[in-house]
């Protein structure tokens, strides 16, 4: 009952909050150009939908969005990982890290241009920065907070290195990790996005640069919205991953019996 009303409550606030845009635009409350009406977003992300063109779009939004997320995922886990066990490497690369880390990633996709063009690589390569240092410090500090009578529990038992890595380290790593996929999703659509900005042919970024240029907030916003749906949907993908892969956490419904 309670998942009912949080539901019920839920569709009452999209109801209200764009119903009310609606309404604004209609009464000429809302200036349509800048905030135009809902349905006319609507409208248009139907009229993308029904056109096959689009999806070739999508394709390359999603194909540069994956492979940014799954090679910042493996570099950042492995790199987390590695220092987290070795802390003397650690202290010695730490301001280097870091000072990479501070530097904004926008100011890096003019160099990823010059050096891999106006392709793929140069849009995947921006969305590697924004997803690589968030598992990796998530990765790092999951394999530092190890419980040491766990460790040296596994140690009395026999457990080599590689088993302390496969039966200690990467559980106890594994919800810090969880959290920041869950969390990067966002960042490597975000480098996709930002690198079709700069220069590109094809892709959602790519469309809602040319609908700011021709002043169509319709087609910014339409865009906007097919950007949340498509990382709604990710992250939906992760929660079931989340939820097979760390079976011994207990889950909301059993928490609050």
Same mark, same amino acid.
Request: no cysteine; net charge positive.
């Given at each position: 009952?309670? !998942?009912?009303?949080?539901?019920?409550?839920? %569709?009452?606030?999209?109801?209200?909050?764009?119903?009310?845009?609606?309404?604004?635009?209609?009464?000429?409350?809302? =200036?349509?150009?800048?905030?135009?009406?809902?349905? =006319?977003?609507?409208?248009?992300?139907? %009229?993308? *939908?029904? =056109?096959?063109?689009?999806?070739?779009?999508?394709?390359?939004? *999603?194909?540069?969005?994956?492979?940014?997320?799954?090679?910042?995922?493996?570099?950042?886990? #492995?790199?987390?990982?590695?220092?987290?066990?070795? !802390?003397?490497?650690?202290?010695?690369?730490?301001?280097?890290?870091?000072?990479?880390?501070?530097?904004?990633?926008?100011?890096?996709?003019?160099?990823?241009?010059?050096?891999?063009?106006?392709?793929?690589?140069?849009?995947?390569?921006? #969305?590697?920065? *924004?997803?690589?240092?968030?598992?990796?410090?998530?990765?790092?500090?999951?394999?530092?907070?190890?419980?040491? !009578?766990?460790?040296?529990?596994?140690?009395?038992?026999?457990?080599?290195?590689?088993?302390?890595?496969?039966?200690?380290?990467?559980?106890?790593?594994?919800?810090?990790?969880?959290?920041?996929?869950?969390?990067?999703?966002?960042?490597?659509?975000? @480098?996709?996005?930002?690198?079709?900005?700069?220069?590109?042919?094809?892709?959602? @970024?790519?469309?809602?640069?040319?609908?700011?240029?021709?002043?169509?907030?319709?087609?910014?916003?339409?865009?906007?919205?097919?950007?949340?749906?498509?990382?709604?949907?990710?992250?939906?993908? *992760?929660?079931?991953?989340?939820?097979?892969?760390?079976?011994?956490?207990?889950?909301?419904?059993?928490?609050?019996?």
């Amino acid at each position: 009952m309670r !998942t009912a009303t949080e539901r019920f409550i839920q %569709a009452g606030l999209v109801v209200a909050v764009f119903g009310g845009w609606q309404a604004g635009v209609a009464l000429g409350v809302i =200036d349509p150009f800048f905030f135009p009406a809902p349905w =006319d977003v609507v409208s248009q992300m139907y %009229a993308w *939908l029904s =056109d096959t063109g689009f999806y070739r779009h999508v394709s390359v939004t *999603l194909t540069e969005t994956a492979l940014g997320y799954v090679i910042g995922t493996v570099l950042g886990v #492995a790199g987390g990982v590695w220092l987290g066990l070795n !802390t003397t490497i650690a202290r010695i690369l730490d301001p280097f890290i870091k000072s990479f880390n501070a530097i904004p990633r926008v100011v890096l996709a003019p160099i990823f241009v010059l050096w891999l063009g106006l392709g793929l690589w140069s849009k995947v390569a921006l #969305a590697v920065t *924004l997803v690589f240092f968030i598992t990796f410090f998530n990765a790092m500090q999951g394999v530092r907070e190890v419980n040491p !009578t766990v460790l040296a529990n596994a140690r009395i038992l026999g457990a080599n290195r590689r088993d302390l890595l496969r039966h200690v380290y990467f559980p106890a790593a594994a919800s810090w990790i969880l959290s920041s996929l869950r969390t990067s999703v966002g960042f490597a659509v975000v @480098g996709a996005i930002i690198g079709e900005y700069l220069g590109a042919s094809a892709g959602l @970024g790519y469309l809602i640069a040319q609908a700011e240029g021709n002043f169509n907030a319709v087609g910014v916003f339409a865009g906007i919205v097919v950007l949340a749906m498509f990382v709604l949907l990710i992250d939906r993908v *992760l929660d079931v991953a989340e939820h097979r892969l760390i079976t011994w956490r207990p889950r909301a419904t059993e928490t609050t019996r």
